[in-house]
Each structure stands twice: as C-alpha cells, then as structure tokens.
C-alpha cells in the first residue's frame, strides 16, 4: 500500500461546497484508492476569517487566509476554486495554470465572462480546467452534453437552473403564499445569494444558460445580449391563471438553434411552460434541463441543483476525471468552437412564440377595446381573454394571451400599452413555451 501515489488538493474558498468537497474527499478516501489506484487527498484550504466556526473538522494548520500560498505550493497537485466572484478567481485560476495544475470550479460568473480565455489558457499549459459544478448542482449536464450525447445537434435545451427560484415559485403555487413571505422563508434556509439578484432577477441562472450554449453550439453569447427577467413581477394571481389556462409558471433559461441559419437565441425568463411538461413539475429545490438531440431525441434530467453534497459531489466527480487524465485513464473530449459567422444570435424579429398578459386598466365600458386595438397595431392578436375586478377600487385586471407573435412585435406593443390611457400600471408580460420550435 506504500507505493500508491497521493494526490494532493488544495481547496480555494471553504464555505459550503468547500467544506462538503473536503469532508467526502476525506470520508470516502478508501474508495478513491480502489478506483484510482491514488490517494486522493485534501491538505490545504483558504478562508477569510480563520477563526470562524466551522461544521468540518479539519487541522487549524490546514487553513490559510492567503490563496496565492496553496497555488503557489509545490506539494499541491490539483486546485479547487470555491471562492465566486470573478477578478480574483481569474487571477488564481491561471495562476494555478502557469504552474502546470490543473483547476476544478464551481464559479459559473467567472466561466460565463471570462469561460473563452480560461480554455484556452488551460489547453495552452497542458492542464484541465473541469466545471461540471457550475452548471445545475448534482445533474451531471455537462458531462453529459460533451460525453454522452456528443453525437447529437440540439435545437432546443431548456430547464430550470435556478433552484431558489423553483423554490420560491413552488411555495407560492402550492400554498398561496405571497413572494415577498415565500423570500423571507428562503433567506432563513440559506436558499438566497448574498446578492439576491443572482437569484430573484435571473442572472444566475443565465450565467449557466451561456455555460450550456457554448457546450452545445460552441458560440460564447454575450449576457448583455440575451433577454434576461426574474421572478418579481409574478403574482399569486398569475400563478391560478396560468393553471387554468393548462400552464405552470417556471423560470426557464431556453436555448434555440435553428439549424437552416444557423441562428441562436438564449435567454432567461419566467415562461408558461404546459402542465403535461416534465420541467412544469419539478418542483422545490429541484433543477431539471430538457435537451432535444437530432440522434437521442428528448432527454430529461432532475436533481437537486444546490447544496453541500449535489454540487460537491459535482466538484469530486471532476477531480476524479483530472486525476484519471494525470494518469493517463482517459481524455477528455475538446470543447467545440465556432467562429461568429458560423453561427450569430438570432434577430427579434426571429424569436416567435405566444405571449400571457397581464394588465390593471379603469375599470369601464371599452377599456378592452382600447387594449385590443392597440395591440393589433403592432400585429399581436388576442388569443384568450379574462377580466376580474381588482377589489373595491374602479380598477379591473385584464389577463391575456396572444397568438403567436415574434418579440420585436410584443416589445412595440408594449411600450405603447405603457402609454395607453386607462392602464394604471406597468404591463406584466410572460412568455408561453412551446417545446416546437420558435426561431423561425
């Protein structure tokens, strides 16, 4: 047993997933062995605060406020980034990559903006750069994109990757809780980001929504080009509306490509998805991401999508491929790239789909009509249409639903219902998924 070699980790950022990757490392250190034939051990970890309590035992000589030490250690063969956040992670990163080590991440802000020069720095060296942590906690996505399915094209991917928001949604559906009550239960459980915009306006999950668009298409998108909306604006009264009109309202990141132009749309919305949907009825915590593949067809894929053990589970499952390709065990397949003109995002006037609409007008005789009008104006025609008086004011809300429209013509209609006399609020506007496709 003295002759298995040991590989020894370093551990950048000890909060919860770095404490749960130190922890199962350490509990399930026979298992490597049998697997790996190494030792795969954690020796070192970098905090901010060294005396700050912590649920994971581990030796006060193991623990350093300097991250730069661990990369810079001779004796640490492989690096877990843990600590978030971009700038400093970056620096770390190639850091770690200059000196021949290769880098596990769960910091899906930092591959997102910087995911193009990271790849290419960490082939360049010779080393790997695996993140399979950042994309949907214990759903093996990433994997399976460049792995399972890599005989695949994929016209459609979309799922919910942000299970504080599925959580929030759940909790209001099933219960008639207000958002603000269901917000106040998530902080309390630790469900929330310290910047809760990450989770309540969408941007997490479209950090993940790029990650995944590159892994398919091999285009990195722009965040600042993509329709990016959050959850805030959805209203108990949305979430029984939509129920009766056959729908559950999800957080979706929707990735398209339409294969006759090679065009691409991505975004992350809150959407309408029909209750006869796998991803309409995960729920909870949950994460699920459905991918349609030219070979496979339709694949569905749930789980916890945060927490201690789904995503540092995730973290060990890539330190485990790193050390397989240390050894010579495997290789991992080349991340595709396309050049821009290859494939471009597609035009608003592109992206087609039907539309829910929700509006709180003066609660009087052509109010309707009015709305009506003004949006066939910009060729939005009216598929359902209820009105419900909004209490005991003169007010009524108005909920719509549109045939199918393209979102040029939605966004023009919009603006000019904002303008419309007798709308006494801003529009609340949530798109309707269709699983066809929708880029024409």
């Known amino acids: 047993m003295n002759d298995i070699p040991t590989i020894r980790v370093g551990i950048l950022g000890f909060g919860t997933v770095g404490q749960g990757t130190w922890k199962h490392l350490q509990e399930n250190s026979s298992f490597w062995e049998k697997i790996l034939a190494v030792r795969l051990v954690p020796v070192r970890a970098s905090v901010r605060n060294l005396n700050k309590e912590r649920k994971v035992l581990i030796p006060m000589e193991s ?11 001779p004796d640490i063969d492989v690096i877990c980034e843990l600590i978030g956040g971009i700038e400093e992670a970056k620096k770390l990163t190639l850091r770690a990559f200059s000196h021949g080590k290769s880098v596990v991440t769960a910091n899906k802000a930092l591959i997102c903006e910087h995911g193009e020069e990271l790849f ?6 010779g080393v790997h750069y695996a993140f399979e942590a950042s994309v949907a906690g214990g759903i093996p996505i990433i994997k399976v994109l460049r792995e399972s399915l890599v005989a695949n094209e994929f016209p459609l991917i979309y799922g919910i990757l942000n299970g504080t928001s599925n959580y929030i949604l759940t909790r209001m559906e ?3 809780v207000g958002f603000e009550e269901v917000l106040k239960d998530a902080r309390r459980l630790g469900y929330v980001e310290a910047d809760e915009a990450l989770d309540l306006e969408g941007f997490d999950a479209a950090h993940k929504a790029v990650i995944l668009a590159y892994l398919a298409h091999g285009l990195w998108v722009d965040l600042k080009s993509i329709t990016v909306e959050g959850i805030s604006k959805i209203s108990n009264e949305d979430l029984e509306a939509a129920f009766a009109l056959g729908y559950k309202i999800k957080l979706i990141g929707v990735i398209r490509r339409n294969f006759a132009n090679n065009h691409i749309s991505v975004g992350v919305y809150p959407a309408l998805v029909p209750v006869a949907e796998i991803i309409a009825r995960t729920d909870g915590v949950y994460n699920g991401i459905s991918l349609t593949g030219s070979v496979v067809g ?4 749930t789980g916890r999508g945060a927490g201690q053990d789904p995503t540092s589970g ?3 499952s890539d330190l485990v491929d790193v050390v397989k390709g240390i050894r010579g065990m495997n290789s991992y397949s080349k991340l595709i790239h396309v050049a821009p003109e290859e494939c471009k995002l597609a035009q608003a006037i592109e992206i087609c789909g039907c539309y829910y609409l929700r509006l709180s007008v003066v609660d009087k005789p052509g109010q309707l009509a009015k709305v009506a009008e003004c949006l066939a104006e910009h060729e939005v025609s009216l598929a359902t249409v209820s009105q419900s008086p909004k209490g005991a004011s003169a007010s009524a809300n108005i ?3 549109t045939h199918e ?7 023009q209609a919009m603006k000019s219902l904002e303008q419309l006399g007798g709308v006494k609020e801003p529009p609340v506007l949530f798109r309707i998924f269709d699983p066809g496709p929708a880029s024409r």
């Open 63 to 73: 623990l350093t406020t300097d991250s730069n030490a661990i990369v810079d250690d």
């Open 120 to 125: 290419n720095a960490a082939e360049k060296a």
């Open 174 to 176: 099933n219960q008639g």
């Open 298 to 301: 339709t694949v569905v894929l």
């Open 314 to 316: 995730s973290v060990i």
């Open 399 to 401: 909920i719509l639903t």
């Open 405 to 411: 429209t393209n979102e040029h013509s939605i966004a």
